[in-house]
């Protein structure tokens, strides 16, 4: 079993920046995959960012947001600049476990709202 903490979230104004946390139960090393999803009102969950080997983006995030992690502090990071409105809603840390199966496990969200 793996539980997922996010915190950072938080109300910003166009243009800026916020840092997501995702704290992890684990040694984020057994784990294969990381990242992070929004889901925004009304709207399907979406891929931010994932960082395994290396790391993926979004289109719409690319050269905005940065993921990062911390293995000595089982820890990872969503730092998120040039904030637009659209980037609004829910972001939800993701662990992916490869075994036998595919075992994804999701942490509670965490709101981030950019508007003026």
């Known amino acids: 079993q793996v539980q997922l903490v996010e915190s950072g979230g938080g109300l910003v104004q166009p243009g800026g920046s916020l840092r997501l946390s995702c704290a992890v139960s684990?040694?984020?090393?057994?784990?294969?995959?990381m990242g992070w999803y929004r889901q925004a009102p009304g709207k399907q969950r979406e891929l931010v960012a994932t960082?395994?080997?290396?790391?993926n983006y979004a289109d719409s995030v690319k050269g905005r947001f940065t993921i990062s992690r911390d293995n000595a502090k089982n820890a990872v990071y969503l730092q998120m600049s040039d904030l637009k409105p659209e980037d609004t809603g829910v972001y939800y840390c993701?662990?992916?476990?490869?075994?036998?199966?595919?075992?994804?496990?999701w942490g509670q969200g965490t709101q981030v709202t950019v508007s003026s």
């Open positions: 993701n662990a992916r476990l490869i075994l036998a199966s595919i075992k994804d496990y």
């Open positions: 684990r040694n984020i090393f057994s784990l294969n995959t």
């Open positions: 960082i395994s080997s290396g790391t």
